[in-house]
Every structure is written in C-alpha cells, then in structure tokens.
C-alpha cells in the first residue's frame, strides 16, 4: 500500500496541470485555477456524490464544480472507490453503541479523520528540508534499500518504505522541474523585459528547489511551497504548518542583505507572495465537516517570536515582516501566531497590538513559557521544548513530533443534558448517554455534578474507541510515504508517519466544547436548587422541556446567577474543577501507539454546530443556540471588563492541557486608536500571561460593521474576522456562524 500511494503521488506530480499565473514569482498550484480543492475518494467518496449537486447551494462553504467533472466522478471515480475507501472500512468497523454518539451527530465528532486525510504536521526546515533537499533524502533512501536483507518481517516493510521514499521524492523533484519548463517556454514569449527577468529567475529557482537546498532568500520561500505542495498533493488535509518561518529562514535573509541580494522591500513582497499562495488552496470538506471547520480554512499556522532553543529572545527583522505582510494582504492564511516571553521586546509586543487593532483577528497571541510546559508534560526535551510553534489553530507542536492535535470534539453540554435527563436528547428523545434516574430524584448538588461527570467520561471513552479505530485503519490503508520525508525520525527508522516513526509521538487530543456552559448549569443547580432553594429540580426539568416558554422569571433568576468569564470563584471554581476532571479522564486512556491521550479547550467553529443539536440548558441559554469555544465566557455573559473575563480563563490549569487553551475577546475599534490605548493592551497581555494562561485573540470590529457586511456582502469580501482558533472572510461564514460571532460581548473600555 505505501509504494502504491507513493506511486500515486508521483503520477499526479508528472500529470497534473502546470500553470504559472500573471506576475507571479512564487509559483505552484494544485490546479487549473487559483483556488481549488481536491476530491480525494480514497478517504470518503460518499459525501461528494449525495453534495455535488448542491454544493453551490449549501450553507457553509460552497463550491463550484462542472458538469463534465460531475460526469467523471460518477461514471469512472465513484465505482471504482465502493467498497475501498476509509469512510466505509471506517463505519463497517466502528462498534454500534460508539457509533451511535459519534458518526454526525454534533455529540463527539471525528469525521475529520475518517472522511479526511490527518495533516498536523510541522516541516522540519531547520534540520531536513533546507539542509538535505529531496535529492539527499531520495540518495538516503536508496542507500537503505541496499543495505538491507529482505530476511525478516521488518525488513520488507523497511524496504518498502525506502522504495517509497524514492517515489515521492522523485515525484516532488519532477513537478518542480515541470514549473522550470513552463516559465522558460513563458519567458521566451514574453515581451516585457521586466517581466522576461522574472520567469528566467522563477525557472532557474524550480530547477534547483526542492531538489537541492536553497542558498537564497527567494529560493527558500520558493522551497517552502513547494514543500507545502507536496502535502497537500499528498493527502489534502488540514494544519499543514509552516512551523517557526522567521527563525528558519532569517539566515537567508540576513546573508542576502549583506551581500546585496536582495533589499528589504523586496523580501517583503516574496513574504506576501507566499501568504497569498497559502490562501488559494481549499481544504474540499463534507458539509458535515464545514460545521466544525468554517470559512475556507486550512489552518496552516505559522509562529513568530518567542524563545531560542537555548532560551534567549528569538525576535528578527522577519517577524516585524510577517506581522506587515499579514496586515498588508489580508488574506486568511496563512495563521500568524506569536510566542510572548518576559524578555520580548515591547517594541514587538506593540508591533503586535498594532496588527490587532487593524481588526483582521491576527494575530494569535501565546505565552511562550505555558507553551513549552505543554511540550514537557507531552515527554518532549527541554531544548525541543522551547522550539515550538503552533498547529492548526492554538495547538503547541513542534516539527519532530506525530500526533492528531484534533482528533475528536467532545460536547461538555451533551454530557449536562444526558445527567438532567435520564440520558436522553431532549431534542430526539433518544436515549444517547448512559442511564440516570429521573430528575426529580437527585437529592443534592453533588449527586448532580457526579451524574454529570460519569456522562463526561462516557463520552470521553467512546471519544477514545473512535480515535483508536481511525489511527489503526490511517495506519492499514493510507500510509503518507511523503510527509514521513518531512517529519525527522521517519527516514532514520524506516518507518512511516502513519505507523509512529516520528522522533516523538504524542497522544491525540480531545477538544471539549462548552466549559463556560457546563459550569454555569452546574452553578445555577448548587445555588439556586440547593442553597437558596428558590426552584426544584422538577421545576428546572420541566423549564428546559418547553424551552423555559412560560417560566421567563426563572430564567431571569437564572441569567442573573454568577457566570464564568467575570472574576467570581463560585463559578469560575466549578469551570477549573471541570477542566482538571476532563484533563485526568482523558490521560488514563492510551492511543494505538501507546501514548498517552491529550485534552484541550480550543476552538474552531465546532461550538455552533454542538449547540444545534443541544435543547435548552439551566444556564439560560436556548434550545439549539451556540455553545462556547475554547475557554471563553458564553457570548453576551462577560458583563464586567475583559481583565475579568481573562482573569476568569486564567484561573483554569493550562500548562496541563496539551492540546492547547483557546480565548476569544472582542474590542470595539474605539478602544485601540491611540498609542497609549495599545501600550494597556500590551500590559494586559503581559498580566494575563503572568497569571498563567497560553493563549488570548483579538475581535475589533464594530458590530454595526458586521450588520453591514451580514446585508451587502459584495462590499465586505475582505473583512476578517476571529471565528475561533483561526480567522476568516466574514462573508464566506454561515448567517448562524455571523451571528454567533456578532453576539459576542463587545468591550467600550480596557
């Protein structure tokens, strides 16, 4: 199977069309257009044959395809993948009592890695890609091939990893080579000299990257995408990321400098050339799928700042440039994160406020020491530690490393409607969690919490049976013989991604969705049910059954209890002992390779569609309305200031949870116009991260703004917006993902 895929890759690689797009000069596409998706039936095949049709009309993420193409899928694709693919070996495999909680429900969801390929991966730059270039790689894996005896079961199965290995490397060389000989025929026909200059330059570049390393600054961003090509080509998936871009390449900045190469201002345009690069590609993804992932994103991080490996401020020109390119282009990707540290310079801290209060959602903002705690407790050195960069959204990985950092979202309010109500959904009537006795019946608080905590860990077990199924069919039937070049360790063991051959190989994470829900259910039960006794369970049951229609005074009791994201202990103590819980249940199961599980509180859009499939919950909040992502307070909840909100998230034990910690806060533009307005917001960030917390993102934007943009979209195609852990065209966004973001509190006052 490996030299079959890998056999694969290279013929896409030598057939797909070359096309170089007017004055380009980073060069590279996975098509005819610039911007495309692939189709990729090995995975899932199912979902494009009941969408296509309505793929233009569906109500996240459109996509165009013609009827020719259609026909082609249908006639030759489509038979020939029945029966084969990773979707149905998937569904054929998965226990029924698991599937029932996982297979589209909104309940736990993981079709990401049974209808998708996995991502999540880091290039490694620094210590294979720049220094090795496919040619050593492929000279390597030859050498491997002739040393090794077929005698033993090892053996053959290292052999045919290097044979692979040569394919794919072939591969990525050739369709390099394909781009060297479409800008030379180009420049024999173009007229404009300038432009003449350009496409020799662009050709002499793809004759040599990837192939060989680079020795420029050019050619280095030039290898970078082809590199991300390459993966994308391979197994179209999502979090591909470029790791820590301004460590890696300032060497070619600094030496082209100095020797006259190249200037500043023309360093810049190849940095925004290649953020536009990233964002013409689309991740094709299932209408399910589009629920969790919204808005065209791929989630190719890229980190800037923080620390060296050695521990001293990493801070360069480059990151002062890739803050400018993300503000310059606009696009939505590729994701800019930065690493704060105590020894940061305020100069770059404010350069970073400066790009927040642009209003384009970037960048991510991450305490550089939580992040290496996350990396130490996951098993990592401590050099390697201090060298990471984020994954997908709010992950910290670092470039050695194999892990599914989103390998299942787990639904915390699930778990507080199955406690109150027998186990059952109280939209469906079905029975979906474990059994409990009726409401009514509870007699303290405590039964209650515990009640909701055996539903927790019943979700979080099927979470961890739906996880291991995948990885041991990913492992089976799609082995990734071209990411395994990327990811150091793989080439040294002979053994692919997909199998551990990775240096590390961390545990898979389960996100949780509804922290702030959970815990403002669970403080309205202890204090309005319990201590003033103001409300009976009974009362409370029969309220979330009709929605509280007719109990409006309940419910505004309700609203008025304490709720997380405003600095008070009796609720934010209930969110952290919820998160410790969460944290312990999941790191007592292993994964397929025998690592342990990871937990994180991160977000993506996932918080809409859990919330859709959830009835009314004793916090106040409505039937089928939105939940709450990452860390933060439930939209419209955080009445009191964003240093109590930060506060409140700050309470919660990050450095444990490896998977990352997520919080969005929303400014109005007002607040951050002034130089002096910025420098508190610099403080803050520093206060909020000296209290312990990883990460914190920004929203400013008006809401009258959006209103605008939700009625003429056509005026409005280039607003960004944080949706989670990623930003996105506000108008590319679901009418339900708008709102929920417009109902977030918006802050008058720092």
Known sequence: MIIRRAKAFHAVCSSIPITIFDNEL??????????????????????????????????????????????????????YWQGKSLEETFLLRINDETAKLLIDTGVIDNDSKWRSAVGEITADYQDIVFKKGFEELKRH????????????????????????????????????????????????????????????????????VPQYPPETFHEAIQ?????????????????????????????????????????????????????LKLSEWVWAISSNTAQFFAGYNSFQNLTIGGRTRDGKDATNELSYMCLKATENVKT???????????????????????????????????????GSQMLLAAGLSPEDARDWSNCGCVVPHFRKVGEWTSAVNLNLAAAVEYALNSGKSRITGKVMGLVEKEIAAF???????????????????????????AQ???????????????VDGCMDKGVDLSKGGAKYNVGPVITGIGVADAANSLIVIKKLIFEEKKYTLEELGKALDVNWKGYEEMRKDVLACPKYGNDEDEVDSIAVEITDFY??????????????????????????????????????RKSMTPLTEGVSPHAGTDITS?????????????????????LNVKFSPDLLKTQRNKKNLASIIRAYFSLGAFHVQFNVISTEILRKAQEQPNDYKDLLVRVAGYSTQFVNLSREAQDAIIERTTYESL
């Not at 899932?44 to 044959?49: I, N, R, T, Y």
């Not at 050498?143 to 290097?162: C, G, H, S, V």
């Not at 409140?648 to 990050?654: E, V, Y």
Request: aromatic share 10%.
């Open 642 to 662: 964003p240093t109590a909100a930060m506060r409140s998230a700050a309470k919660i034990n990050h450095d444990v949870h490896s998977g990352g910690t997520l």
């Open 583 to 620: 944290n312990k249940e999941i790191k007592s199961y292993k994964d397929y390779f025998g690592s342990p599980f990871n937990s994180a509180f991160m977000g993506i859009s996932n918080y809409i569609p859990a919330g859709s499939i959830i009835g009314a919950t004793p916090d106040g």
């Open 443 to 469: 007699k303290s608080y405590d039964e209650v919490k515990e009640a909701f905590l055996r539903q927790l860990s019943h979700l979080i077990k099927h979470s961890v049976i739906g996880t291991v199924t």
């Open 472 to 486: 041991q069919i990913h492992a089976e039937m799609v082995p990734r013989p071209y990411l395994s070049m990327l």
């Open 332 to 370: 939505h990707q590729p994701g800019l994160s930065v690493r704060i540290h105590p020894d940061s310079p305020d100069e770059f801290l404010l350069a970073v406020c400066d790009l927040i209060s642009v209003g384009t959602g970037f960048p991510a903002v991450h305490n550089d020491r939580v």
């Open 223 to 275: 290898m970078v995408w082809f590199t991300q090509l390459g993966s994308i080509l391979s197994e179209n998936s999502l979090a591909l990321n470029l790791g820590r871009f301004d460590q890696y390449m300032y060497p070619f900045f600094a030496h082209d400098v100095k020797a006259g190469i190249i200037n500043e201002a023309q360093a810049q345009e190849l940095i925004e050339s290649l953020w």
């Open 26 to 79: 980073i060069v590279g596409s996975i098509g005819e257009f610039q911007r495309s998706g692939i189709v990729c039936p090995e995975y899932s095949w199912k979902w494009v044959e009941q969408e296509m049709d309505f793929f233009s009309t569906r109500s996240q993420d459109q996509y165009q395809i013609n009827e020719e193409d259609k026909e082609i899928l249908r006639r030759e694709i489509f038979p």
């Open 141 to 208: 894996a030859i050498n491997r091939i002739q040393e090794l005896e077929p005698i033993t079961k090892e053996a053959l199965e290292k052999i045919d990893f290097y044979k692979a290995a040569v394919l794919v490397c072939d591969g990525i060389i050739t369709f390099a080579h394909r781009y060297s000989d479409k800008a030379l025929a180009l420049a024999e026909e173009e007229r404009d000299s300038k432009r003449k200059k350009e496409l020799l330059e662009v050709a002499r570049i793809c004759r040599k």
